[in-house]
């Protein structure tokens, strides 16, 4: 059985002072997680004092994007290795926006893949399909592409040790996520490339998240589907008590997420 995972991707919101208390809200609303695990992603400049806060926490640490080199001259970017010291164990790769806004190819997002591995941590890639690809039939087409070339020259060690977030381009940001069917339509696709790509082994093991408008009153049905192992979830992560909500509506069904004692 996968365990469900959940992954607040903050973006690039909050002074430290909010950081701290988004995280101290999500700390107290979840003190003992169990049938669920969760990550929280906030921008660079708060990934310190944010760690600090998760430490002896249930609560993991990611980073929301890296570069592929591990130092050099590279001005502006983060390494691999920079992270893993401030106590990252995940990161985002291949986010839509990143794509969009930043120019990210498929092949800076395979060189990230390889990095971020080989880092010891785990990369969450994104893909998803924008809203005219949608329209054009090419849904399937879009995700597979960005699968297969994602986890290119990946073995399937590797590729089992990943998680994908399938994030429809048009469902983030716009308060419009795609129905639980569309999603678990493409969530069994991508299952079914993976064991293709890897073996049917690593497509049971490797966790696929969605990520589009993931609020509370949708997450359960949505992490409800078969095929849907949790949510990357943006702007519902920055609010504290809705984020809990959405991580325990993820959970297991049987299995309660503890507050303190109670
Ligand atoms: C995201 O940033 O990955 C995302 C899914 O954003 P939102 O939840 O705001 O749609």
New binding site residues.
């Given amino acids: 059985m996968r365990t469900p995972l959940v992954v607040a991707?903050w973006?690039m919101n909050g002074t430290l002072a909010g950081a701290r208390g988004l995280t101290a809200g999500v700390l107290d609303g979840l003190r003992r997680p169990r049938g669920v695990e969760v990550v929280l992603c906030p921008p660079f400049t708060a990934l310190h004092v944010v760690g600090e806060l998760l430490s002896g926490s249930p609560i993991a640490l990611g980073a929301q994007n890296c570069h592929w080199e591990s130092a050099g001259a590279f001005t502006g970017e983060i390494s691999p290795a920079m992270l893993v010291e401030l106590g990252c164990r995940y990161v985002?790769l291949g986010?839509?926006?990143r794509r969009k806004e930043f120019g990210e190819s498929d092949e800076h997002i395979n060189r990230k893949m390889h990095a971020v591995l080989a880092a010891g941590m785990t990369p969450i890639l994104?893909v998803g399909e924008t809203a005219e690809e949608r329209r054009q039939g090419l849904t399937f087409a879009t995700v597979e592409g960005q699968l297969r070339a994602g986890l290119a020259g990946l073995r399937n060690a590797a590729i089992g040790a990943c998680i994908l977030?399938y994030?429809p381009v048009w469902?983030?940001?716009?308060g419009v996520?795609a129905t639980p069917a569309q999603a678990a339509e493409v969530h069994a696709y991508l299952r079914g490339r993976l064991a293709e790509v890897a073996s049917k082994e690593v497509a049971q093991r490797v966790r696929v998240l969605y990520?589009?408008?993931?609020k509370p009153d949708n997450a359960g049905a949505l992490t409800a589907e078969p095929d849907i192992d949790g949510a990357?979830?943006?702007?519902?992560?920055l609010n504290a008590q809705g984020f809990v909500t959405i991580v325990k509506k993820a959970t297991h069904k049987g299995v309660t997420v503890l507050r303190g004692d109670s």
């Avoid at 990520?211 to 993931?214: A, L, R």
């Avoid at 990357?232 to 992560?237: E, I, W």
């Fill in positions: 991707n973006k985002v986010h839509s926006e994104c977030a994030e469902a983030i940001g716009t996520n990520g589009g408008s993931v990357l979830v943006g702007g519902a992560s």
